[in-house]
């Protein structure tokens, strides 16, 4: 069950022939929701994420407190690795997954449908020196055609009937700033490629959808300096009260800094003295 949650909140928050690199950092504050619960429990809401990008590669670290996770994406050996400093292991998925015969893998359990609009709205403004265009976006993630297997038990199965979350707001957009190019040359590389499969074998659970989500948020050329959105939950049952109650959740991120530095290829490979775990 923590694994699916996981998966879902990576789909929240969660998208090369140039060769130049770039390393983005990024701020981000939650606010409203769940946000409550876990500030309640001690745990920070505002985690700092760096993103880095060589060619046909992407390292993104994120640091929210006691915890810090490190995901790498190699686009073109179709490889995912998920780093976890604090147990020393890295998690590797490669896709196509295959059994050691050879034999294709098993099916991944049924999960939500995805669905995804971007569209500018020719509104523009000037952010930390940089111009920004404005897109609004949404994001459908329908829990409803999710189906029971290993990783959902069938009462996990019947609480999701009929729920959706709703992610919706406005993204800033810089075709200018520095890097900028090489960075939409990747999530494009990114959104062709078949990496929409390597999270479904990561995760266990098929993905419908999440592939033209991919497309349809890099269609918006350039940077995201400035992203603004919001939480919401649709449905009946137990734990759509729940999330009514406590309100929608605002999440806020913005681009503190952009260097275009050379990144060293080590970055992108498993540390030493890591447990790797392949799936």
């Known amino acids: 069950m923590k694994r699916w949650f996981s998966t879902v909140a990576a789909l929240v928050f969660f998208s090369v022939a140039l060769r130049a690199d770039i390393t983005l950092v990024q701020t981000t ?21 760096t993103t880095k990008i060589k060619g046909s590669k992407m390292r993104t670290d994120v640091s929210a407190g006691p915890i810090n996770v490190s995901t790498i994406v190699d686009v073109a050996a179709k490889q995912l690795i998920v780093l976890r400093p604090d147990q020393k292991t890295a998690t590797v998925v490669t896709t196509p997954a295959a059994s050691a015969s050879g034999a294709p893998a098993a099916a991944p359990t049924q999960g939500p449908s995805i669905g995804a609009t971007v569209k500018p709205t020719g509104k523009s403004q000037v952010i930390d020196g940089i111009k920004c265009d404005e897109y609004t976006f949404s994001t459908t993630v329908d829990m409803s055609t999710m189906g029971g297997g290993p990783q959902m038990p069938p009462e996990a199965v019947a609480m999701m009937k009929g729920v959706k979350i709703i992610v919706s707001g406005s993204a800033w957009m ?9 960075y ?11 990496m929409a499969s390597t999270a479904s074998a990561m995760s266990g659970v098929s993905l419908p959808g999440m592939g033209e989500a991919m497309k349809a948020m890099a269609s918006a050329n350039g940077v995201t300096y400035l992203n603004e959105s919001t939480v919401t939950f649709e449905g009946e049952g137990q734990m759509v009260e729940m999330m009514k109650q406590m309100g929608p959740m605002k999440i806020t991120s913005k681009i503190s800094s952009i260097s275009t530095d050379a990144i060293s290829e080590d970055l992108f490979k498993v540390p030493e ?4 775990v392949k799936q």
Do not use: C, N, R
């Open 29 to 49: 504050t939650v606010e409203g929701g769940m946000a409550q619960m876990a500030a309640q429990a001690g745990q920070t809401v505002s985690p700092t994420i």
């Open 184 to 194: 939409v040359a990747f999530q494009k590389t990114l959104a062709a490629s078949d």
């Open 174 to 182: 810089a075709k200018d700033a520095p890097g900028a190019a090489e």
């Open 273 to 276: 003295g890591y447990t790797i």
